[in-house]
């Protein structure tokens, strides 16, 4: 493709390929990226095709990319509470909680969702870093009796507001009474599956965890014969529809660098609770500080902009450098371009202007309220 942001991928055995990568193929990906060393599907009309199946219908992605690492062990609950600032005290089994793992100066290492299958029994279902390594690490010090490693568990999200009937059609009238963050386990003709009422979307959707790589193909197309009444259609994680929700991306929005509290996530942070965590006492220190810099939603003037392959420059309105743009795309449903970025304390506030450096071309921009679209978050959490 001549798109700059579309580069041409070689695979190998390096590169993992997920138990629904043939029928990836078959259903025409055009574009894969790679997602904790797995190929991970982007697209397969276009991003905008996609997002209006998304938003309108109901979309199949393969998350397999998504790897879980699995925490059990007498001492699993103690330590999955020591990697996490968030109190997961008061989690009950078959509840999710969306986590972050925050590493000693209070960097962020994964911001995955955390799912508790079992009074000792835990996955981490992860952002794009190495968590595995980080929490075998962590083990090897800890001085507790727990077993870490990477299950054969491969999610696949059903996403849209015609996912409920897509899920009744294939699992039954149940799944439509499974509340938000919540899941089951179950055994479907033979299939070992975990659903759970959670997604990347912003919008109602589910997650199903194939828990044997085997079935993979026949699971894809169990969801493709339920779907078709309802116009579903293969899919990858939509940046419009992320972006527009406000969700943030590790490796862009969030990295090592930044604290929960820059990126407007200190409301996972728990100071209080009386057990320690990895990175108490400097997220403690930070609190008590504050910070120079803050995670903002900005509109940027002009004509569509493509995805941002690189941060690009935050200026003030005097070309001083302020911070950067981490994720920016054109929404065709708000016809403008919305992006998220970091700038310094003082050039945060609503209706701050800004300029952009998109790549030697300067554009203007203002500071606005995220999310950018259903702030209530109402769309996701159905009713």
């Not at 499974?178 to 089951?184: D, V």
């Not at 969030?254 to 407007?264: A, H, Q, S, V």
Request: hydrophobic share 40%.
């Amino acid at each position: 493709m001549s798109n700059p942001n579309y580069l041409p991928l070689a695979t190998g055995p390096r590169l993992r390929h997920s138990p629904f990568f043939d029928a990836t193929c078959r259903y025409g990906c055009r574009i894969y990226s790679v997602y904790n060393h797995m190929l991970l599907p982007l697209y397969y009309q276009s991003p905008e095709a996609d997002f209006w199946r998304l938003v309108n219908n109901v979309t199949v992605w393969d998350v397999a990319g998504e790897r879980q690492v699995e925490i059990t062990g007498p001492d699993a609950a103690r330590f999955s509470q020591l990697l996490t600032p968030r109190n997961i005290s008061n989690c009950d089994v078959g509840q999710c909680k969306y986590v972050l793992i925050t590493a000693e100066n209070g960097g962020i290492i994964n911001d995955p969702l955390l799912l508790k299958l079992a009074k000792n029994h835990f996955w981490l279902s992860l952002a794009d870093s190495d968590v595995l390594l980080w929490t075998k690490g962590v083990a090897a010090f800890a001085g507790m009796d727990v077993h870490i490693r990477e299950p054969d568990v491969s999610p696949i999200q059903i996403q849209g507001p015609k996912s409920p009937k897509v899920m009744t059609a294939i699992f039954g009238d149940w799944v439509q009474e499974l509340r938000y963050f919540r899941f089951r386990e179950l055994d479907h003709d033979g299939i070992p599956l975990l659903i759970s009422r959670t997604g990347w979307s912003g919008e109602r959707g589910y997650e199903i965890f194939l828990r044997d790589g085997s079935f993979g193909d026949t699971l894809w197309e169990r969801v493709m014969e339920a779907g078709r009444a309802y116009g579903i259609g293969p899919a990858g994680p939509s940046t419009i529809r992320r972006i527009e929700a406000g969700m943030l991306s590790y490796g862009a929005d969030m990295t090592l660098e930044e604290n929960p509290f820059e990126i407007g996530l200190g409301r996972l942070v728990d100071l209080d609770q009386p057990v320690d965590f990895i990175g108490k006492a400097a997220l403690r220190e930070i609190a008590k500080k504050g910070v120079s810099r803050r995670l903002v939603g900005v509109q940027i003037e002009g004509e569509p902009l493509s995805p941002n392959r690189q941060f690009w420059p935050v200026l003030d309105v005097e070309g001083g450098s302020i911070g950067r743009i981490s994720s920016c795309v054109w929404s065709p449903r708000l016809k403008r371009n919305i992006a998220l970025g970091i700038v310094k304390v003082g050039h945060d506030r609503i209706g701050t202007r800004l300029e952009i450096d998109t790549g030697g071309t300067i554009r203007r921009a203002t500071v606005v309220e995220t999310p950018f679209y259903d702030p209530k978050k109402e769309i996701v959490k159905g009713s």
